[in-house]
């Protein structure tokens, strides 16, 4: 199983490749209070960055996924940091909750109970 705050940096880095402002208020303020993860790891998860080998491979396949481009590559970037074939599969199916989740709440246009988080603007 991935730990919660790689989990959490996985939704953020998705709810922002989707422009979904809830989910990132929301996965953003999980990640910090109750996952514990630290809010240089949580800003850096946007763009699916990391200085941590291990979360860095993982948000690897999830985006090549999301892009509709994952190969032997990623799968190889992620097993070299001893990602399991689980730990894979576990992020393969949170992708897919993500994207169900964040396409839902941009449709709906949700409003957040979550101090709000928007997305950056790639410059």
């Not at 709810?15 to 953003?28: D, E, P």
């Not at 393969?92 to 949700?110: Q, R």
Request: glycine content about 4%; charged content about 20%.
């Amino acid at each position: 199983m991935i730990p919660a705050p790689v989990g959490e940096r996985l939704a953020i880095a998705t709810a922002k490749y989707n422009n979904c402002t809830y989910c990132l208020s929301a996965h953003t303020s999980i990640g910090a209070h109750v996952a514990k993860a630290d809010a240089g790891g949580l800003e850096r998860a946007r763009p699916a960055e990391s200085t941590d080998p291990y979360v860095d491979a993982l948000p690897d396949p999830s985006h090549a996924i999301a892009r509709d481009h994952i190969g032997e590559t990623q799968l190889k970037a992620a097993r070299a940091v001893d990602a399991t074939d689980a730990e894979i599969a576990e992020v393969v199916g949170d992708l897919a909750l993500s994207i169900l989740t964040n396409y839902f709440n941009v449709l709906a246009d949700t409003d957040t109970e979550w101090p709000v988080v928007t997305p950056h603007t790639d410059a």
